[in-house]
């Protein structure tokens, strides 16, 4: 049971480049999430997805654009990346409503330089 | 903005001792929710207590909830050389989460 599962691991990028973050969960949940973590900073919600077919930005959506490919898997795209970017992505899935916690992957670093 | 606050943002004690960590938060909430993060890795949800609830155990681990003062508090009793992490309080205030700035615990041994 791999619960939420993030790629790549690591990624460093040139300004302008354009990438897209995979996350897969095997949880059957509804709702999924993308985070970014800055340096001794807690997440800021980037892009959610409360069911398949539905997408609502978050506190920190610019830059950025998001797909919820089906139940499983939602990707984060970055189309043209910008130093301000660099940070750790976390995917989650599960979470509000039923209060029910959220899971999450063990993050992507991506470095723009 | 962050809608909780944890506080201190850091602390260092000897492994048995407990400790304790503060958040507080702004607006009303259905839930609030507490998570630790080791280094390099993700967050693992540790407890969630609900609002109408003050209280909650699981294992070495205590959370309060007072609504009226919108805080709450996780104390980690016997602390362990492993219980070194990052800790996060998460409010959820309908269909999203908002976390944090973390408190980063040390457990010397």
């Known amino acids: 049971n791999a619960g939420v599962t993030q790629t790549p691991k690591f990624q460093v990028l040139k300004t302008g480049q354009s990438m897209t973050l995979q996350c897969a969960q095997d949880m059957n949940h509804n709702s999924m999430y993308w985070y970014r973590q800055d340096p001794g900073m807690g997440l800021r919600l980037i892009y959610y997805s409360a069911s398949e077919g539905t997408t609502d930005k978050g506190e920190v959506p610019n830059g950025y654009n998001v797909s919820r490919l089906n139940k499983r898997e939602f990707s984060l795209r970055l189309e043209s990346a910008a130093p301000s970017q660099t940070s750790v992505y976390f995917c989650?899935?599960?979470?509000?409503?039923?209060?029910?916690?959220?899971?999450f992957g063990d993050g992507t670093r991506l470095s723009i330089l | 903005s962050q809608q909780g606050e944890e506080d201190p943002q850091a602390l260092s004690i000897q492994e048995g001792e407990n400790a304790t960590m503060n958040c507080s938060y702004k607006t009303s909430i259905n839930n609030l929710q507490w998570y630790r993060q080791n280094s390099g890795r993700g967050l693992v949800h540790l407890i969630l207590i609900r609002s109408n609830e003050r209280e909650k155990h699981s294992g070495r681990l205590r959370v309060t909830l007072d609504t009226s003062k919108k805080s709450s508090s996780l104390l980690i009793t016997a602390s362990r050389a492993a219980d070194t992490a990052s800790y996060f309080c998460?409010?959820?205030?309908?269909?999203?989460?908002?976390f944090g700035g973390g408190t980063r615990l040390m457990v010397k041994p």
């Open positions: 998460a409010t959820d205030a309908g269909n999203m989460l908002t």
């Open positions: 989650a899935s599960g979470g509000p409503g039923g209060y029910q916690p959220q899971h």
